[in-house]
């Protein structure tokens, strides 16, 4: 048996279960090497947020813990540190699993061509993706843009079941190499404790993930199709940074909930959870075949959208101080946990690109620094989708409504007391429209509006009427 290792390079698959490429290295008996490499100079303008750089920072703890203290971590050009490696090493033979980001494409295009070059066995796998996105396309060969077709007919329809997973190799040789660099050399987590109540949120790591999916499937799968929609319930899996980190695959996913629906009896509830799954896929093949997504719009009549500059309103959005409460609680969820609700993010982002007609890269820009699951295609593709301008996306005049949204899907107001204490005494009736509440209700609940909370920074009314006024601007000029 040689000495040299299997280089494994370790990306957005932080894990060992169903991990293709660590797989298929134990498997050939030679020692493994695992490596991480924050790869901040070819990631440009996509370089990980800094709630994405907390979760990773305790996501390469927890599987440098499972590596029993073998991963090697590396901060740098990635195509200069793998040189450096195989040379010191003296490895011939390098494995990882894909990852879709137009610039990662480009970056690993490079280096396998490179290393080739060099006679160096490099192999990729697919180790996030029920199915790859070249795969998936329409009859006429060309990319589907809607998504009921796609999921339906592009995935449920090849009669092609994804992978079953994959367990954890029995007994894995490492391979030593010396490397001076820490994981809190990386400097991923904050220099102030803004982390403080997120810490209290997440179970970050392999462990945490199929602990969460378990909890999920026992507890929140029943009734998932209608409870998705209400904030306060626990109807959603919050599986999100675990698939983008890859602490968990989506083929665990796919056939745990395949299972579980049986076995329960939850086939309607577990078809939409596995819907969901597919809108990941989806954004997936929408990124990998219209590389320019993240900032270009899809519909290119948007191009011409007269979006406002109003630096003030955008920090009422992201401070969660517009005055309407379910879009506030969102934002301060956000802020608070790394996290916002599905169906709230729907509704702070109506609230963005329309009642405010602020351009939605503010969202996509906000929401990638403070998301701990903020992804490239799911961020780009879902922004796109609410701004009217995407794939297959929601109509501009459909326009979210804050007070009705949040009286129908917390109808109770227990989310928005969670997040907005100061105004948790109101009474329900109020609790959506603060400013509709009589003088002597505020004063017994010690409410001053404007001051204990802010008064609403827009007319709904008005502002729709200038959402759609600026829409049919576009349609004339198109």
Request: glycine share 6%.
């Amino acid at each position: 048996m040689t000495n040299t290792p299997i280089i494994v390079w370790f990306r957005q698959d932080l894990r060992l279960r169903d991990n293709p490429a660590f797989i298929a290295a134990a498997e050939t008996g030679q020692p493994v090497l695992p490596i991480y490499i924050l790869d901040d100079e070819n990631a440009g303008d996509w370089k990980m947020g800094a709630a994405s750089q907390w979760w990773l920072h305790h996501s390469l703890t927890s599987l440098n813990k499972n590596l029993d203290g073998n991963l090697r971590v590396y901060h740098g050009d990635a195509s200069t540190i793998i040189s450096d490696i195989i040379t010191e090493t003296k490895a011939t033979t390098l494995y990882w699993n894909r990852c879709y980001e137009p610039w990662r494409i480009a970056r690993d295009k490079g280096i396998k061509s490179s290393l080739k070059d060099k006679h160096i066995h490099v192999q990729s796998f697919n180790g996030s993706l029920l199915f790859e996105p070249h795969a998936v396309l329409k009859e006429d060969g060309t990319p589907y843009k809607v998504f009921t077709p796609f999921y339906r007919k592009g995935c449920l329809e090849r009669n092609v079941e994804p992978p079953k997973p994959q367990d954890t190799p029995d007994a894995i040789e490492y391979y030593y190499a010396t490397n001076k660099t820490q994981i809190s050399d990386l400097k991923l987590l904050p220099t102030i404790p803004w982390d403080t109540t997120m810490r209290e949120e997440w179970t970050i790591g392999e462990d945490g993930a199929q602990k969460r999916l378990s909890e999920f499937l026992n507890n929140g799968l029943n009734n998932y199709k209608e409870g998705r929609n209400h904030p306060a319930q626990d109807n959603v899996s919050r599986l999100s940074p675990y698939l983008h980190f890859g602490e968990i695959s989506p083929r665990d996913i796919w056939h745990e909930t395949k299972a579980t629906m049986v076995a329960q009896g939850l086939e309607k509830d577990g078809d939409h959870f596995l819907s969901e799954i597919g809108w990941r896929e989806f954004s997936n093949n929408l990124l990998y075949h219209f590389p320019d997504l993240p900032r270009e719009n899809l519909q290119k009549k948007f191009d011409y959208f007269p979006w406002c500059d109003d630096q003030e309103a955008l920090k009422a959005w992201q401070t969660g101080q517009t005055g309407y409460p379910i879009v506030d609680a969102g934002m301060r969820e956000l802020w608070q946990t790394g996290y916002m609700h599905n169906r709230v993010r729907m509704i702070v982002g109506s609230f963005l690109v329309k009642n405010l007609l602020l351009h939605w890269h503010h969202g996509e820009s906000w929401f990638w620094d403070t998301l701990v699951d903020a992804d490239l295609a799911n961020n780009s593709a879902s922004w796109q989708w609410i701004a009217g301008c995407g794939a297959d996306a929601a109509p501009y005049f459909r326009v979210f409504n804050p007070i009705t949204q949040g009286q129908k899907f917390d109808k109770d107001g227990t989310y928005i007391r969670k997040y907005i204490p100061e105004i948790a005494a109101l009474p329900e009736k109020y609790l959506n429209c603060p400013w509709e509440t009589p003088q002597d209700i505020l004063n017994h609940c010690g409410i001053t509006l404007g001051k204990t909370y802010p008064n609403p920074i827009v007319d709904l009314k008005v502002s729709r009427e200038q959402a759609l006024n600026a829409f049919q601007s576009i349609k004339e000029n198109s």
